[in-house]
């Protein structure tokens, strides 16, 4: 479909004309020395593309029409369901049936009128992908399914335009921040999970204010961005677990031999998002089966069988409170942020590595593979192991 974004012409007369209204609008943010006049200026010039008017969208859209980022695009084909709304807090009641960007842009003109608002009616495609981003200056992504995540990642190194991303599950929530040159989902997870893997938030389920959290810091990532008050290097990608209220933040670094933004790419223009995904297969590691994001993660009758096995290290990443509540036996305690002195200590067999849902344990397995140590996930964390063997005192 065509652009319907308004002449620039036309936005750079209105700024010579801000009236009493857009200053009284502003004025609280404009008054913070980092945003000013010039950085308001900024915001009402910006063009910033949000994927999915659900959840992740719903927050990310709110905060950054708010702010007065000029022009926002909402890219969903989707309708409104009944189920959206514990989260989806753009719609109302009365919305279910309708489409989600005609929804949400209706409230979010009703909020904030000086904001253009681009509805894209229609779901992302190789096909679409980098005409819709070509309009754009920056991408949020709030989308929920791995073909979409990859799409968007690729277009986005391929247009040269930044990434925050986010993914919610259950109490946990992930956020990155990917700026041209400073690496890419793919260098993080090179390939998706087999199909089926992952639950989706229908099958797992989300609670919803976890997806305000991870919205919300979309949105202050993207303003960072916009008003260059962010390193030109920072990129980042942290993980929030609502249950033990706490955020850690992992480094992350450019992968030469990624297959987007690596030094030799071999992705050059959008691919068969669906197909990649169906094809990611089973891993290279014996009938270890794919992961939740990283691709050694076991089941949990696998993980029982390896309990009795002295060759393999359990190493626990989780928070103190949350390991001292029940962990696994012979469970060895480093939080996440301490797994570097697990090397330091010299384990470098085979370490099974576990958390409460599988996510933190997919990143410290991930980091652990990375410095040579053959390291392994259990499936669904804690919480996996509890629903199977629920009278297990641990
Ligand atoms: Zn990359």
């Given at each position: 479909?065509?652009?319907?974004l308004?002449?620039?012409?036309?936005?750079?007369?209105?700024?010579?004309?801000w009236?009493?209204?857009?200053m009284?609008?502003?004025q609280?943010?404009?008054?913070?020395?980092?945003?000013?006049?010039?950085?308001?200026?900024?915001?009402?010039k910006?063009r910033v593309l949000?994927?999915g008017?659900?959840a992740l969208?719903?927050?990310?859209?709110?905060y950054?029409?708010a702010?007065?980022?000029?022009?926002?695009g909402?890219v969903?084909?989707?309708?409104?369901?009944?189920?959206?709304?514990?989260r989806?807090?753009?719609?109302?009641?009365?919305d279910?049936?309708?489409?989600?960007?005609r929804?949400a842009?209706e409230r979010?003109?009703?909020?904030?009128?000086?904001?253009?608002?681009i509805e894209h009616?229609?779901?992302?495609?190789r096909?679409?992908?980098?005409?819709?981003?070509?309009?754009?200056?920056?991408?949020?992504n709030?989308?929920?399914?791995?073909p979409?995540?990859y799409?968007?990642?690729?277009?986005?190194?391929?247009s040269?335009?930044?990434?925050?991303?986010?993914?919610?599950?259950?109490?946990?929530?992930?956020?990155?921040v990917?700026?041209?040159?400073?690496?890419c989902?793919?260098?993080?997870?090179?390939a998706?999970?087999p199909?089926?893997?992952?639950?989706?938030?229908?099958e797992?389920?989300?609670?919803?204010?976890?997806?305000?959290?991870?919205g919300?810091?979309e949105a202050?990532?993207?303003?960072k961005?916009?008003?260059?008050?962010?390193?030109p290097?920072?990129h980042?990608?942290?993980?929030?677990?609502?249950?033990?209220?706490?955020?850690h933040r992992?480094?992350m670094h450019r992968?030469?031999?990624c297959?987007?933004c690596?030094?030799?790419?071999?992705?050059r223009?959008?691919?068969?998002?669906?197909?990649?995904?169906?094809?990611s297969?089973?891993?290279?590691?014996?009938?270890?089966?794919?992961?939740?994001?990283?691709e050694?993660?076991?089941?949990?009758?696998?993980?029982?069988?390896?309990?009795?096995?002295p060759?393999?290290?359990v190493v626990d990443?989780?928070e103190?409170?949350?390991?001292?509540?029940?962990?696994?036996?012979?469970?060895?305690?480093?939080?996440?942020?301490?797994l570097?002195?697990?090397?330091?200590?010299?384990i470098?067999?085979?370490?099974?590595?576990?958390?409460?849902?599988?996510?933190r344990?997919?990143?410290?397995a991930?980091y652990?593979r990375?410095?040579?140590?053959?390291?392994f996930?259990?499936?669904?964390?804690?919480?996996?192991?509890?629903?199977?063997?629920?009278d297990d005192?641990?």
């Open positions: 479909m065509g652009m319907r308004k002449d620039w012409g036309d936005r750079e007369k209105m700024e010579a004309e009236n009493a209204r857009t009284a609008r502003y609280r943010q404009m008054v913070l020395p980092q945003v000013g006049i010039e950085g308001q200026r900024r915001l009402l910006s949000i994927i008017a659900g969208g719903s927050a990310a859209a709110t950054l029409v702010a007065g980022v000029g022009n926002v909402l969903d084909g989707d309708t409104v369901e009944l189920s959206n709304l514990h989806q807090i753009l719609h109302d009641d009365a279910v049936g309708r489409l989600k960007t929804s842009a979010l003109r009703a909020m904030n009128p000086e904001v253009n608002l009616a229609e779901f992302l495609t096909h679409n992908v980098m005409a819709i981003f070509g309009s754009y200056d920056l991408v949020v709030g989308s929920d399914n791995f979409t995540r799409l968007i990642n690729d277009a986005a190194v391929l040269h335009i930044p990434l925050v991303d986010a993914a919610i599950l259950r109490f946990e929530g992930q956020l990155s990917f700026r041209p040159g400073f690496g989902y793919r260098c993080l997870f090179p998706p999970p199909p089926g893997v992952v639950p989706d938030c229908a797992a389920g989300i609670f919803g204010a976890v997806a305000g959290v991870l919300s810091m202050v990532e993207a303003l961005i916009l008003l260059d008050l962010a390193d290097d920072s980042m990608f942290m993980i929030y677990d609502a249950l033990g209220a706490t955020w992992m480094p992968d030469p031999d297959a987007v690596g030094d030799h790419p071999v992705i223009e959008p691919i068969d998002y669906e197909r990649f995904c169906q094809s297969g089973p891993s290279s590691v014996g009938s270890v089966r794919g992961p939740v994001v990283s050694f993660a076991l089941e949990v009758s696998e993980v029982k069988a390896l309990m009795d096995n060759a393999v290290t990443v989780r103190g409170n949350e390991f001292h509540s029940g962990h696994l036996p012979r469970a060895r305690h480093y939080p996440l942020e301490d570097d002195r697990l090397l330091v200590d010299g470098t067999d085979t370490v099974l590595v576990v958390c409460a849902v599988g996510v344990s997919a990143y410290g991930k652990l990375s410095h040579g140590v053959t390291a996930t259990l499936r669904g964390g804690m919480a996996a192991w509890r629903d199977a063997y629920p005192n641990t």
